[in-house]
């Protein structure tokens, strides 16, 4: 078992876990109830507080600081927690805070890219994969799906829903649901069309990414409403594709509403 590596004037709390091989850096401080997954980095003048069970492989940079109490004036003190899976990067100055309520999580899943100054609030829920730029924050209970990517600049709202492979442009302000496979861009924001570029990266099929077109088309057509948009793409020909269907459920199970589409030529 590789022992783990810590650093002449790092701080560790002797009520912390560290797995086999982590490694901490000059200065870093590690709190109580922080749980270190093997094989995970923290740079120097990281600080990671708890209760927060972190999974292996992970990379905090300097000056991160993660699993601190949250930032929301309801919150009295209560047991809360952060949950962080494997594999992500949490570039400098990030901050990721935990939950409010008693019993309450953050949770961050698997292989996700937090470049610097990005901030996860109390009670968001993040997925796998996903990638957010310089300065790209959620406010609290924000749920943000696979793959997505939001870009340097971009506030999310509390309570919105970012859909999985959406991507949100630079200096967006986010304040109803972004749906999953589409371009959300602009303050505010609204829908520029399906994520062309991201979904051919990650593989999908031109028949796919059709249904999807048409699906988006019928979204944007200002003669219907929302619900009778909802209800044109259940009744086309693409209702039975598996990501229309996820379209069509995430418009379904809104609370927030959803940022609407840019008018298309001539509706």
Known sequence: ??????????VVDPKARLGAGVRIGAYAVIGAGVELGDGTNVGHHATIDGPSRIGPHNDFFPYTAIGFKTQDLKYLGEPTYLE????????????????????????IGDGNLFLAYSHVAHNCVVGNK???????????????????????????????RIGAHAIIGGCTKIVQDAPPYLVADGNPAILRGVNEVGLKRRGFPDPDIKA???????????????????????????AANLHVKVLVEFLKTTQRGVIRPEPLAGS
């Open 212 to 238: 999807l077109r048409r699906a988006y088309r019928i979204l944007a057509d200002r003669t219907l409403n929302f619900s009778q948009a909802i209800e044109r793409i259940v009744a086309s020909e693409d």
């Open 1 to 10: 078992m590789t022992e783990s590596l810590i650093h002449l004037t790092a």
């Open 84 to 107: 962080i899976g494997k594999g992500n990067v949490f570039r400098e100055f990030s901050t990721v805070h935990r939950a409010t309520g008693p019993g309450e999580k953050t949770v």
């Open 130 to 160: 996903t990638i957010f730029s310089n300065n790209a924050t959620l406010a609290g209970h924000v749920t943000v799906g696979d793959y997505a990517v939001i870009s340097g600049l971009s506030a999310v709202h509390q309570f919105c």
